[in-house]
DNA sequence: GTGAAAGCGCTAACAA
DNA sequence: TTGTTAGCGCTTTCAC
């Protein structure tokens, strides 16, 4: 009941040999059709699937990969970002064979045991993992032990192997849109300007500028730490430099920006606009009614497993041109909204609305 | 850089064989304290960690568990019952050495793709399945292939290998909790009797309603289906008949109820009393005012795990009686909380709070 | 106490 | 086109 038929049992009800019945298992050529159809019948007949572990030992691939969140388990079941990239990871993963085991662990022991393990013991072949402020260590520890990875989101300016979105383009877009929209003097609330994203956003934003012939006024631009409350207070200072337009690098931010301009008894987008970041779970209740810059969440998930699959692969399996760059930058999309100026006045949530000409 | 060290090499620099590094990396008695020193010194110098797959491949175990969610990522990520419970098998599996890994498939045709993958691969040792209607063609096909399986939650009469809240103690303590309170005519909200929980929840509150010398009054008994809805528009009927406190088997029908009870412009507790079940995430934010039985569910988890890795350890590895059982009856905890005709009248929601006397 | 050797189920030269 | 053979890295008898 429990003994299951090996490759010997096959090529034995079929008359061949282990090697023939391993070709056809591996869908090589070589085998005359006659003897294919009679082992593939004795496949079926006994039910065979080939052994993981003894292809793995034999060939050294395991077919199998590691996806890696160093958060808390609570972290991973509050934010949004995850289900939709998990997802898109195993449906990728399994579609080309591929087991996933899933490493959710936050401590820093557990890091530490579990690079040693994931690299040395080889039940792996490669991993994506979605990064958190110390994962470079894991990363760089992968690296060593040419264990491949890729991680969603870029953690290093100096990085390959990664899937993040186009910042700089994502970024130009949403400035383009206010600029088209007539607003003359759009002012940016960035986040840590030394963080990756942060920077080429601020890129993006001056080079929409420039190529609308604006000038890049400094006082337009102002570092609103990612945080709401130091967005909110930054607020009246652009309001007061004579800003009509606001460029939040993330919801938080454009949250507090909201905020900070209603209390001034402004309205949104009439007398202000703004333009946020779809990237922060908790404001979700906010965000039907803001125009933002929506990120591709099961992207990360497709093209992280792909790209790591791709390293995988001896031959390049796919013909997507994208697969053979060191990393991936995804597009974004922007979703305009008539911001909650309206929503507000008249106590609804409108899915989608024309844009002010 | 990449070829890791074997137990060959570790066997020449330690001047000794495969054989007797292999016995000191398992703990085996039978080696001079000496020699073993020696290994291990050679281990460490040379970082060694054993190939999981050779050793899978030479003793049939893979030191890895399964973890099977039949149901999509949406309900999977919305429902907080599976972050703790996840959680917490990891834990447990990784404290044991064991590697997880995990399965949220939804459709039938993956479901099929599963057993036969899962049964002949030999990826991993057994599985811990969190079962939904119809998965038990899946635990039947792990049976017939000797898969050791162990489901959180027990989906069929006859069965083993489950775990499970012990139901019948769960009503039995709630029912108790409402006659202490001197509640003389506890009606019952039942959901299909010809589920298991609701079979042993009946049980418990008969068994309740009998050691306190109560009659059991089919008039208060009535199928709510585990249905809001449905709860709510039998409410009135059991008013009528004069049941004074209501035992629902689930949060879903307390919340109809006491919709049911607050229309009909009575109190709860004072003229009704209400216990529900903390088995229903949406029902959340009514849950802190209602005195609920609470599932253990870090316990799901731990015990689950632990079950099936007694089942694939030769030697019983614990000395937890339990574990030598079928299966795991869980005791769940009685949270009292004074209902929320207290919270809705002060406009707050206590934590805990006295019991009335 | 220790080592030699067979074997787990497969793949991949190489031979035929 | 097919079969033979030698491993992959480990465990596990069985001698020594």
Chains 1, 2 share one sequence.
Not at 323 to 352: Q, W
């Amino acid at each position: 009941m429990s003994d299951l038929p090996t490759l010997e049992d096959v090529a034995r009800l079929s008359k061949t040999s282990r090697s023939t019945v391993s070709r056809v298992i591996n869908n090589e050529d070589g085998v005359k059709d006659e003897t294919r159809e009679r082992v593939m019948a004795a496949i079926r007949q006994l039910n065979y699937q080939p052994n993981r572990n003894a292809r793995a030992m034999a060939t050294g691939q395991n077919h199998c990969i590691g996806v890696i969140v160093p958060r808390t388990i609570t972290q991973v079941h509050s934010d949004p970002f995850f289900a939709p990239v998990m997802d898109s990871i195993s449906r990728v993963a399994h579609e080309a064979g591929y087991s996933v085991m899933l490493w959710i662990i936050e401590s820093a022991s557990e890091t530490s045991w579990l690079d040693q393990h994931l690299s040395q013991t080889r039940q792996i072949d490669g991993v994506v993992m979605i990064p958190s402020l110390n994962s470079e260590r894991l990363f760089r520890s992968f690296e060593r032990y040419d264990l491949p990875c890729i991680t969603i989101g870029r953690f290093a300016r100096q990085q390959e192997n990664f899937v993040d979105i186009d910042n700089f383009g994502a970024a130009l877009t949403a400035v383009n849109h206010l600029i088209e929209l007539n607003y003359r003097r759009v002012a940016i609330l960035t986040g840590r300007p030394e963080s990756n994203s942060g920077h080429d956003r601020l890129l993006g934003y001056k080079e929409a500028l420039q190529r609308a012939g604006l000038p890049i006024d400094p006082d337009l631009i102002v570092d609103g730490e990612f945080e709401e409350n130091v967005a909110y207070e930054m607020t009246p200072g652009l309001i007061d430099v004579g800003c009509d337009a606001i460029f939040a690098m993330n919801d938080s931010m454009a949250i507090g920006a909201l905020h900070a301009i209603q209390e001034l008894g402004k309205r949104v987008p009439e007398d202000i606009a703004i333009v946020g970041f779809d990237d922060v779970p908790r404001a979700s209740a906010i965000k039907p009614t803001l125009t933002t810059i929506r990120q591709p969440l099961y992207k990360f998930g497709e093209f992280s497993s792909k790209l790591l699959l791709n390293r995988l692969q001896t031959e390049p399996h796919s013909d997507d041109e994208f697969l053979k760059r060191p990393y991936v930058l995804l597009p974004t999309e922007l979703v305009v909204r008539e911001s909650c100026g309206f929503a507000l006045r008249h106590g609804i949530m409108p899915n989608d609305s024309p844009q002010r000409a």
